[in-house]
T-cell receptor, first 111, second 114 residues
Framework: GESVGLHLPTLSVQEGDNSIINCAYSNSASDYFIWYKQESGKGPQFIIDIRSNMDKRQGQRVTVLLNKTVKHLSLQIAATQPGDSAVYFC??????????FGSGTRLLVRP | NAGVTQTPKFQVLKTGQSMTLQCAQD?????MYWYRQDPGMGLRLIYYSASEGTTDKGEVPNGYNVSRLNKREFSLRLESAAPSQTSVYFC?????????????FGPGTRLTVL
């Protein structure tokens, strides 16, 4: 069946370093991918998205890379800040706009 | 523009009690969704409504019912709560008309069933 998973459940980085969060997906027909950030006690917040006709997309301090050959998605956060500490979820679109979420990676930023 | 709002924020029920979780969005979105999130896990889709007047089952619909009251509101009902339904419930909405496919989430309802 369709699934979205993550390689690392917890990532600890030093403040100011770059962070890379990885995600694997299994449905090669998925054409839209999203990264969400979820802070403690809050709902998921949209960070960045990418369509399957792109390999890379950049936002403010964040970059998403898509490798369709190996069905891999990554989120890069530049100059990681304490406010970036959260759980990050990748998601892929299913049918009828249904999203399939991974289990999440917790990012911890050390001061 | 409040986005997606949910009520209540917290709720404690006894096994067998019923309740309705409310969700509203003011973004004129066509599609709305209910998810549950268990500790250390991602979100699982309970029910969704692709447009006003339609509802469909998601991944984990058992024990729940939904009502798309109008374009703005989508409620989730637990008829007879069970401890296995202890979770955080998130409502989301989506334009459903193309463009960005991003879903926007509410702040969540934390439900405990004793």
């Amino acid at each position: 069946g369709e699934s979205v998973g993550l390689h690392l459940p917890t990532l600890s980085v030093q403040e100011g370093d770059n962070s890379i969060i990885n995600c694997a997906y299994s449905n090669s027909a998925s054409d839209y991918f999203i990264w969400y950030k979820q802070e403690s006690g809050k709902g998921p917040q949209f960070i960045i998205d990418i369509r399957s006709n792109m390999d890379k997309r950049q936002g403010q301090r964040v970059t998403v890379l898509l490798n369709k050959t190996v069905k891999h998605l990554s989120l890069q956060i530049a100059a990681t800040q304490p406010g970036d500490s959260a759980v990050y979820f990748c998601a892929e679109n299913g049918s009828s706009y249904k999203l399939i979420f991974g289990s999440g990676t917790r990012l911890l930023v050390r001061p | 523009n409040a986005g997606v709002t949910q009520t209540p924020k917290f709720q404690v029920l006894k096994t067998g009690q019923s309740m309705t979780l409310q969700c509203a969005q003011d973004m004129n979105h066509n599609s709305m969704y209910w998810y549950r999130q268990d500790p250390g896990m991602g979100l699982r889709l309970i029910y969704y409504s692709a447009s006003e007047g339609t509802t469909d089952k998601g991944e984990v619909p058992n024990g729940y019912n939904v009502s798309r009251l109008n374009k703005r509101e989508f409620s989730l009902r637990l008829e007879s709560a069970a401890p296995s339904q202890t979770s955080v419930y998130f409502c989301a909405s989506h334009t459903g008309t193309g463009g960005t496919d991003t879903q926007y989430f509410g702040p969540g309802t934390r439900l405990t069933v004793l």
